[in-house]
């Protein structure tokens, strides 16, 4: 019996005890390198218990010159890929991050996206999939920007954030 106490103990112990909260996604991250090796950074917001992420800029602080110009939408790829919104629709389930979407701007596709947080709450890893399932993709590693007073003349107001219209309705 004192085996079993022990071995309950020990596997409470070492499992992830946190609760993921909004306060833990919302803020500025680092994105993985891109085509050009250039390391975007997301704007991570909450709006009617829903997270979505807007790319505004690079890690040195350059913002993306570049039009949406292989977008799906023909009506936009005339707008800039600064202040796009690329995650659309994440939400909390079971300390998960689930039923998400986001928009590769280089590639001009949707991928469905899920993704956890780490314990101590520096990373994120999403898996962006071609299917609903989640079995074919890739993963996608974004850090946490530890100091964030470096990009907040690009950041929009929260009044902004929450006028802004999702990339498009999920399918």
């Known amino acids: 019996m004192k085996n079993i106490t022990l071995l309950i103990l020990l596997v409470i112990s070492t499992s992830s005890t946190f609760a993921l909260e909004a306060k833990d996604l919302t803020g500025m991250w680092y994105l993985p390198k891109n085509n050009d090796g250039l390391i975007a950074v997301a704007n991570l917001f909450q709006k009617d218990n829903k997270f979505y992420g807007i790319g505004f800029s690079y890690s040195d602080g350059e913002v993306n010159p570049n ?46 996206l899920n993704g956890t947080l780490s314990d101590d709450k520096k990373t994120i890893t999403w898996k962006a999939t071609i299917d609903k399932a989640g079995l074919f993709g890739k993963t996608l590693i974004w850090t946490k920007v530890e100091d964030p007073t470096r990009f907040t003349n690009s950041l929009h107001s929260p009044s902004e954030l929450n006028s802004l219209i999702p990339i498009r309705q999920k399918q």
Do not use: F, H, T
């Open 67 to 112: 039009k949406d110009i292989n977008n799906p939408d023909p009506a936009l790829r005339d707008r800039l890929i600064r202040n796009s919104m690329i995650v659309n629709g994440i939400e909390i389930q079971n300390n998960k991050l689930a039923n998400g979407e986001i928009y590769n701007p280089e590639a001009g596709k949707y991928y469905y």
